[in-house]
């Protein structure tokens, strides 16, 4: 968070401005760039609002936390209020969300998305907005995990009218999704005394929460079978919700008339993209939707049958790979969710496809015209092959050939590494893919970045926090050959070699070899440790912690990297694949093995200089954190 005091000492700062001023400082210091101005407007005319109710209310004692942080992930709710509950005495926490909106109404298809002048696309409804922030903190955050009611949420309009916004209580309201208005304000204060003593501090609530374990976050992979089958796992927040709901919206009105339209959903890494994917799926799959997922990863798709279709084959079948749909009949299906889309190919044909099946037509028009609801979800920098095309603008340019509407959804908040933004623009900082050069790495609460200084310090440090429950992966640039993959019963080739130390890669086939699990399995099996795994099986998943080799094809020279492609061993390049496409391609690797941590992540480099300019940039493992 961003601030917390009390109420009465938050309206009193707010008087002399210098509470602006801290947040503005405070921001600055976790994210890395100043706020922009209508984020500051909002504070200068929000926060006084909320802080006046309070105190009218008599509630200047309770705890206010300005611009919360939801663990895991990058969101912020504007303000969670702690204190003492008047009728029970335990603790009491009140989500809210506070909008300057003057007026809004309900989106015509769906309510729970609503429309406001300033922006051309739906946003989502703050009653729903809310909803799901408390939703999520309850999922996320042991102090409140077991214990559901303590936790309400309110959405407050302090410029609107009920003229002007009423018809966004059209949705069912309840303790997690309130809504008041400036000209309903006593009702707001009446709702705040209803939960919120007047006669407790509520400081001691507030470190309770703030204290509270971070509850581990539900996997994408060990929740996809009930994902699928049984009901949603996942809290969708703001423009999840509303990328999941136009979609839905998109599937009702294409079974109302006979209407297609082609919904792009674009983050970086961690936005939630297959989380979403994974919820439509489960959603139309119970609706009896015809519907099928599509990845252009054997790894992503082997493992999505392995764990979703563990019981039953039907749900196996939901997984298709791109080059899936050659010869199927034109909107044969609903739905297709063509997930980590930005590995669309130029076309689906391989030197196995039939004669017959080469029709020469484009992979993305293949996806386009197999469904009613074609929905691609892609970051157009994980790109890390020659070859692949996967682009917001391929695919809108595609739609237009066939005068198809194309909606575009941004997704901006993340989920990898414990939701540290700072983290993600320190990665693209260091690998050159965003402008001004390294930065020092300065320690958030939200991850964490070590340096080793052998791969046996990095192996023993991963290796101590598996022994505390935690999970951990290794994977390395593809810079090393790779064996043949050996008879079952034989020792797995360790061609990872670094000075003594040795470690074979991921296996590349289907079953299991020596107690390595198979390619698709390495991120999920608990057995991959202990292999190194390349950018192919790694993209797409996440653990615990993860260690990353930065091999000889990526080294620091003077003041800038150089990419050498001889040391590269990755087949996929070859020698008409330019310079400039190698160089950005390795520079892509890198950047998705170094964003697979969801708490921390420890860099090695096989180059001297290169390791001296990490320690410059980065904590060098401590000896206390390495067993001796």
Known sequence: MLFRESAQTIAARALDSSLYLHLTEQFVHMHGYRPSAAEVRSWERSIPALAAALNDAGLGEVEVMLEYALPLNSKRADAV???????????????????????????????????????????????????????YLINFNGAVAEHPGRV?????????????????????????????????????????RARLSAKVPGARAADELQS???????????VAAREVREREQFVLLDEQQVAYRMVLNAVRKAKQSNHKEVVVVTGGPGTG????ALSLLGELFRQGVPALHATGSQSFTKTMRKVAGTRKREVQDLFKYFN???????????????????????????????????????????????????????????VVRPGEMGTVEDIKAAAAAQGLECHVVPLESQFRCGGSDAYLRWVVRLLGLQSGGPVVWEPDDRMQLLVADSPQEMEEFLEARRAQGYGARMSAGYCWPWSPEPKPG???PADVMIGEWARPWNLRGERSVSGAPPSALWATDP????????????????????????????????????TDRTQSKDPVFKKSTSDADVDRLIRNTYKVLLTRGMIGTIVYSTDPETREKLRELAVVVPQEAVPA
């Open 212 to 222: 509270g374990r971070t509850v581990p976050s539900k996997q994408l992979m060990s």
């Open 490 to 492: 034989d020792p797995l």
């Open 273 to 276: 993209k297959s989380v979403i």
């Open 527 to 562: 057995a991959g440790f202990g292999q190194v795994g390349c950018v192919y099986t790694a993209q797409g998943f996440e653990y615990d912690w993860s260690g990353v080799i930065i091999g000889p094809d990526l080294v620091w020279r003077g003041d800038r990297w150089i």
């Open 152 to 192: 309400s949420g309110v959405a407050y309009l302090h410029n609107a009218t009920e003229f002007g916004v009423g018809g966004l209580r059209a949705i069912e309201l309840d303790s997690a999704g309130q809504m008041f208005t400036g000209e309903r304000r006593g009702e707001f204060i009446d709702y705040l």
């Open 81 to 135: 209020l702690a204190g003492v509950h008047p009728a029970t005495g335990e603790p009491s926490y009140v989500v809210v969300e506070l909008k300057q909106w003057s007026q809004a109404e309900p989106d015509e298809d769906d309510p729970a998305l609503c429309r406001i002048d300033t922006y051309a696309h739906p946003v989502l409804n703050p009653i729903e907005q809310v909803r799901r922030y408390c939703e």
């Open 324 to 382: 899936s749909f050659m010869t199927a009949e034109q909107n044969s299906l609903d739905v297709l969710i063509c997930d980590e889309a930005h590995r669309i190919r130029e076309n689906s044909a391989n030197r196995y496809t039939p004669a017959a099946q080469r029709t020469g037509k484009r992979q993305i028009d293949e996806l386009i015209d197999v469904a009613r609801v074609p929905v691609f979800l892609l970051d157009e920098h994980q």
